[in-house]
Structure formats: structure tokens, C-alpha cells
């Protein structure tokens, strides 16, 4: 298995219905983030988990809900989305972040991404 | 407002040549810069840092430099080959951000053999 493994790899969905992303990654990392690109636009953080808490939601909207079951495992259910949330979703993941000078490096492994497509 | 930012979209260059992509940010209290680069359709994979503390990182045919007064990096490739065709995102973070990493709308290079 391949560091960062997202599914599905493309999903379309109504906009009244719900489902969900699945993310896993096999780096015995422990800290995991969602990351949103849009059309033309930067890669925009969504969520991070770090030893399984989530410490970071940026101003995502309720309709976008993460779980994090475990420190390999995350997942964005999705529900009663809008045509404007059809974009490129990608997993992340990383070691835990140990403050600056511990040996962070910033670096984030990333999944392959799951285009969604909002009818 | 974007606080990182890639203002050439598109970049193309000659197999041999170097290549510069370049890099803005506006917020002063970053204090790592990283680039990564990304193919269709792949995930993004690290390339390169620096530290603030620093004005030059190299590896093998990249090197990033760093000017903080401008608030401008960029990103040397050379020579360029054409396996290097991607789109390369800019990206940073500030102290205590951990891995929480601000990136640019991206370049997307070309190189012609």
C-alpha cells in the first residue's frame, strides 16, 4: 500500500444526497488534514486532525463534516451540498506538528484526491 | 485576500534552460516556505523548503531563494527536463502553525524537448 489513499477517486451526488470521502494513510503519521481545490484557485485548508483532535476548521460550512475514527483513517461526509462544492478534495497527512526548531518540517503527503462533481 | 500568491499562470521553457518560478506572500510572520509540485492527476508531492532563517536552499537541480524583505521566493530549476512539466504550488506557514500551510494558486510549467 501506497502512502496516502483516497476513495472514491471520482464521485458525482444530487444535491440532497449525502455521502462520504475516505482517506487512509500507511506513513504512521499522526496528524491528517482536508484540503479543498477549486477551479483556479489556491488549495484551501478545510480541516486538520492532529493526534486525533481536530484542531482546525476553517470556516467550512456544516454540510462538510470530517471524522478522524483514528490517526490513519479520516473522513469528509458530505450532505445537502451546492453545485459550487463540486472541486478537487485532497487528503493530507503528516507527523504531528512539535512547535518550530522540532524538527518539522512542514512537509504534508498528499492522496491522489477525490474530484466531486454537484448536480 | 491571498495571502500567497503565484501571479504566472502558465510558464513554458526549453529542455536545457532554467526555469524560475516565482512567489509572493504578504504576511510577514511566515517563517517556512515549501514548494511542491504536482501532476495530473496526482497529489501534490513536496519539492523543496527554506527557513526564514536562510536565504538559499539547494537540491541537485533545485534550489529556492528566498528575499524576505520583498516577501518574494522562487524556485531555480536547472537545466529543465521535460519530466519536470507540472504545476508547482508555492506554500508557507508562520510559527506555530505546524503543518498548516498557506499555498498559492499555482504555476504550471512546460517544458519543450
Known amino acids: 500500500e501506497t502512502g496516502v489513499t483516497q476513495t472514491p477517486r471520482h464521485l458525482v451526488m444530487g444535491m440532497t444526497n449525502k455521502k462520504s470521502l475516505k482517506c487512509e494513510q500507511h506513513l504512521g503519521h499522526n496528524a491528517m488534514y482536508w484540503y479543498k481545490q477549486s477551479a483556479k484557485k489556491p488549495l484551501e485548508l478545510m480541516f486538520v486532525y492532529s493526534l486525533e483532535e481536530r484542531v482546525e476548521n476553517n470556516s467550512v460550512p456544516s454540510r462538510f463534516s470530517p471524522e478522524c475514527p483514528n490517526s490513519s483513517h479520516l473522513f469528509l461526509h458530505l450532505h445537502t451540498l451546492q453545485p459550487e462544492d463540486s472541486a478537487l478534495y485532497l487528503c493530507a497527512s503528516s507527523q504531528a506538528p512539535t512547535g518550530r526548531g522540532g524538527g518539522n518540517t512542514g512537509e504534508l503527503f498528499f492522496g491522489e484526491g477525490s474530484r466531486l462533481t454537484v448536480l | 485576500d491571498q495571502q500567497v500568491k503565484q501571479n504566472s499562470p502558465s510558464l513554458s521553457v526549453q529542455e536545457g534552460r532554467i526555469s524560475i518560478l516565482n512567489c509572493d506572500y504578504t504576511n510577514s510572520m511566515f517563517d517556512y516556505f515549501l514548494w511542491y509540485k504536482k501532476y495530473p492527476a496526482e497529489g501534490p508531492t513536496f519539492l523543496i523548503s527554506?527557513?526564514?532563517?536562510?536565504d538559499k536552499n539547494e537540491d541537485g537541480r533545485f534550489t529556492v531563494f528566498l528575499n524576505k524583505s520583498a516577501k518574494h521566493l522562487s524556485l531555480h530549476i536547472v537545466p529543465s527536463q521535460p519530466g519536470d512539466s507540472a504545476v508547482y504550488f508555492c506554500?508557507?506557514?508562520?510559527?506555530?502553525?505546524?503543518?498548516?500551510?498557506?499555498f498559492g494558486g499555482g504555476t504550471r510549467l512546460m517544458v519543450k524537448p
Open positions: 527554506i527557513s526564514s532563517i536562510k
Open positions: 506554500a508557507a506557514s508562520g510559527p506555530n502553525a505546524g503543518n498548516m500551510l498557506t
